[in-house]
């Protein structure tokens, strides 16, 4: 089966610029994760999706990310006005749902804000 | 709020070494434990996926255990080689409010020279 999807795998942009983040789970997995990883750190959770729900977005910062899951499938991750701190990488992982299985991460896309 | 610590945070040893890593956690409350692996620059590997229910899991040259009870789960991994070079994540998965919190740890980071 094709693994996470996740575009572009690197992305170089100026502070105030937007920037999208694009991922596309494996197929049958109605489960989507965001996470952001700073250097030297795990994973912490943005969002999760459960089909086209957003549940579990506490840790994100709404003024200024968003993100969406049309249909239940791709989801895409936004950031404006993007700052410096924003800088790590952004990685997508889905699951099927319920509690016993386990995740599949995609590569990631390091997001350098300059 | 679950908290997931692994110790030690970075190892370096020479190859054929057997190798001990740890995970503790901090609420038993969970569903399972996943162990992955995260090689630079690049995105999550599932190693193994311990359900609360078992106590281990095998494949190949690695083996984790769990104990639910004590907060604590370790991987180990038989006559080390340099490709096992790489940072090792364990993932928690608990529960908050009767949702899927999945909390990671900060990773150790090996290096295996020859």
């Known amino acids: 089966e094709a693994g996470v999807v996740q575009s572009p795998r690197y992305k170089i942009i100026e502070k105030k610029q937007p920037v999208a983040f694009w991922c596309n789970p494996i197929?049958?997995?109605?489960?989507l994760y965001w996470y952001r990883q700073n250097l030297g750190q795990g994973p912490e959770l943005l969002i999760r999706y459960e089909n086209e729900e957003a549940v579990d977005d506490s840790q994100l910062p709404k003024d200024r990310f968003s993100a969406e899951r049309l249909k239940g499938v791709d989801s895409t991750l936004k950031i404006q006005p993007a700052e410096l701190g924003d800088s790590a990488v952004y990685l997508c992982a889905s699951s099927r749902q319920g509690a016993n299985y386990g995740y599949t991460f995609g590569s990631g896309t390091r997001l350098t804000v300059v | 709020k679950q908290e997931v610590t692994q110790i030690p945070a970075a190892l370096s040893v020479p190859e054929g070494e057997n190798l001990v890593l740890n995970c503790s956690f901090t609420?038993?409350?969970?569903?399972?434990l996943q162990w992955f692996r995260q090689d630079p620059g690049k995105g999550l590997t599932s190693l193994l996926l311990?359900?609360?229910?078992?106590r281990e899991q095998t494949s190949g040259r690695l083996n984790a255990s769990l104990d639910k009870s004590s907060g604590r789960s370790t991987l180990y991994i038989a006559a080390s080689q340099p490709g096992d070079s790489a940072t090792y994540l364990c993932a928690v998965r608990g529960t908050s409010g009767g949702s899927y919190i999945p909390t990671f740890g900060r990773g150790t980071s090996l290096i295996v020279h020859p």
């Open positions: 311990i359900q609360s229910s078992q």
């Open positions: 197929s049958g997995h109605n489960t």
């Open positions: 609420d038993s409350a969970i569903y399972n």
